[in-house]
């Protein structure tokens, strides 16, 4: 399991707790694969739902399956500043909202879907099932932002 870490955002990750929650969801799942994460800001990560979905907005994440079927599963994006808004908004740590997005991203590399209500409904349904067994993961090494 590989996991390149692309940061293009002025807040600085550990690498280290990013790739221990993406390794604890992969293991959970029994999937044995790797992939990407680029953090982006705002701006960037709205080009990209410009450019790819036709959606003119920021949003936290994007994901882009290789579609391979074989070892590398895809690339995720994720915007930092829309993370830390909904961490804000939610009232939750950064680290939960942050590790909740990985996940999100993982289960649509994965095939998920959550464009109809459906779906939506089993894709959170499983993101927050994960997200409560890699608990330990989360809260692990004193939290997501190099000091």
């Known amino acids: 399991m590989g996991v390149t870490i692309i940061n293009n955002h002025p807040l600085k990750l550990k690498s280290s707790w ?53 070892d590398y599963l895809g690339d995720i994006i994720i915007c930092l500043d829309v993370v830390r808004e909904n961490a804000e908004d939610y009232g939750v740590p950064l680290e939960e909202e942050l590790a909740r997005v990985i996940i999100h991203g993982i289960l649509h590399l994965l095939g998920y879907r959550d464009y109809e209500p459906e779906e939506k ?24 932002l190099k000091k």
């Open 18 to 70: 990013v790739r221990r929650v993406v390794k604890s969801v992969l293991e959970l799942l029994d999937v044995d694969g790797s992939l990407s994460l680029v953090f982006v800001d705002s701006n960037e990560i709205r080009e990209y739902n410009k450019k790819f979905r036709g959606v003119d907005r920021d949003t936290d994440v994007i994901s882009f399956p290789s579609g391979d079927g074989k």
């Open 121 to 144: 409904e089993v894709m959170e349904k499983e993101q927050e099932r994960i997200l409560a067994l890699i608990q330990d993961s989360v809260k692990a090494g004193r939290g997501c």
